[in-house]
């Protein structure tokens, strides 16, 4: 359920309301609980926070700025990128992530492997239970997990423009089994080398997945 409570959580600074709507509404991008056929309306998402339409309205505004939403007749809904758009995104993902995989790798501690460990774990079941709302969500957390570990904030700045990318391949992708149970196989690889502090290991789980998932992504066109 939509709360600003939850919106909040995690926030360094106090927000403002404009700022929880955007947190909320961002992280339900990433975990792909907003989906290609959703409208986001701001009158009907501030009648359920129980809010003025005006904050609301400014978080829609910020995400279509920032590239994640388009407008439409009547609200906004996921921004749909060209094939051409993704390929290159998957271009430029694969010359910046498997760099950041290696730096995380040699920062590891145990409680970031033990939490790439659970979020393994979580998105193995929703995988085997043919949830792919559940499984969307793990596998953000997974990679959450590990971006949290890169200590260059330039370069996590730099992977998080595609993080819309991220999203749009992973929606298109979801629904076939052969691919969840692929990336979940990336997934333990790349688990594996994070616990036996294996960077190259780390790098070439981040690289096939990525080159695995533009071929999955051009198939379906």
């Known amino acids: 359920m939509e709360t600003l409570a939850s919106a909040r959580a995690g926030v360094k600074r106090p927000p403002n309301l404009r700022e929880s709507v955007y947190q909320m509404l961002r992280e339900r991008i990433q975990q792909g609980e907003i989906g290609l056929e959703d ?18 309205r400014e978080a ?16 906004f809904m996921l921004r749909r990128f060209t094939p051409r758009q993704m390929n290159e995104a998957f271009e430029v993902r694969r010359l910046v992530e498997p760099p950041a995989a290696v730096m995380a790798c040699r920062r590891a501690g145990e409680v970031g492997v033990q939490n790439l460990k659970q979020q393994l774990e979580l998105a193995e079941q929703a995988h085997a239970d043919q949830d792919n709302a ?19 904030q330039a370069l996590v700045d730099t992977i998080e423009r595609f993080l819309d990318h991220v999203l749009m391949a992973r929606l298109l992708t979801v629904a076939d089994g052969a691919m969840r149970e692929q990336t979940v196989g990336y997934m333990r690889h790349m688990h594996e080398a994070f616990a036996r502090g294996d960077a190259e290991g780390a790098r070439a789980s981040v690289l096939a997945q990525l080159d695995a998932m533009a071929e999955r992504y051009n198939a379906t066109l």
């Open 39 to 56: 409208r986001l309306v701001d009158q009907e998402i501030a009648g359920r926070l129980n809010i003025s339409r005006m904050p609301v």
């Open 60 to 75: 829609l505004m910020q995400l279509k700025n920032e590239g994640a939403l388009e407008s439409t007749a009547r609200g």
């Open 134 to 152: 559940a499984f969307l969500r793990h596998k953000a957390g997974f990679r959450t997990a590990w971006m949290a570990m890169v200590p260059n």
